[in-house]
């Protein structure tokens, strides 16, 4: 596989471009991305036969089945950061280490229903929680230790809205056409 294709079986929707001024529009589309990802799981999710969920989209990357923990994992922490931006001055937030979350035993021993119920009860909050904010709430900034560098919340949501399609066109390649 050549350095391109990898890039694109990587980023199939292409990179998130963080801190771009985003209209109020789009950050309606994005709160409607993150609104409704849960149907869009469940329709990927209710074609997956077992052999599918150890599936990767490129060399060494996750499997189907850690993507779907991934996505629990990852969008309770940008729910949580979005609600410190909201409630805290330039809060502090606390970076966590996917791949590391991705290879525990866990991971393999749960049912994906659990993440999957997950998802659907806090994609509901969030995205009711997304939709009561002023555009001048999407203006607040949380500080990333890791990164340091400050995120707009509506920067933060955009990529969470990215994230949601970004992973769905991952896992949809692994099936479709996985690798070793």
């Known amino acids: 596989m050549n350095q391109e294709e990898l890039k694109k079986r990587m980023y199939p929707i292409?990179?998130?471009?963080?801190?771009?001024?985003?209209?109020?529009?789009?950050?309606?589309?994005?709160?409607n991305i993150i609104l409704n990802f849960p149907g869009k799981l469940r329709e990927f999710m209710d074609d997956l036969k077992e052999e599918d969920l150890e599936k990767r989209y490129r060399p060494g990357s996750w499997t189907i089945r850690q993507i779907i923990h991934h996505l629990a994992?990852?969008?309770?922490?940008?729910?949580?950061?979005?609600?410190?931006?909201?409630?805290?001055?330039?809060?502090?937030?606390?970076?966590?280490?996917?791949?590391?979350?991705?290879?525990?035993?866990?991971?393999?021993?749960?049912?994906?229903?659990?993440?999957?119920?997950?998802?659907?009860?806090?994609?509901?909050?969030?995205?009711?929680?997304?939709?009561?904010?002023?555009?001048?709430?999407?203006?607040?900034?949380?500080?990333?230790?890791?990164h340091k560098i400050e995120i707009s919340l509506k920067s933060s949501t955009g990529s969470y809205a990215w994230h949601c399609d970004h992973h769905i066109e991952q896992m949809k390649t692994a099936k479709k056409n996985p690798v070793e």
């Open 73 to 146: 994992d990852s969008h309770m922490n940008g729910y949580i950061r979005a609600k410190l931006t909201v409630t805290e001055d330039l809060p502090v937030i606390k970076p966590y280490l996917e791949n590391e979350w991705s290879d525990l035993s866990e991971v393999q021993n749960t049912d994906l229903e659990y993440s999957f119920k997950i998802l659907e009860g806090l994609h509901k909050r969030w995205g009711n929680f997304l939709k009561t904010l002023e555009p001048s709430d999407y203006e607040r900034k949380f500080f990333h230790p890791e």
């Open 14 to 31: 292409g990179k998130f471009e963080y801190n771009k001024n985003h209209t109020i529009e789009e950050i309606r589309e994005f709160e």
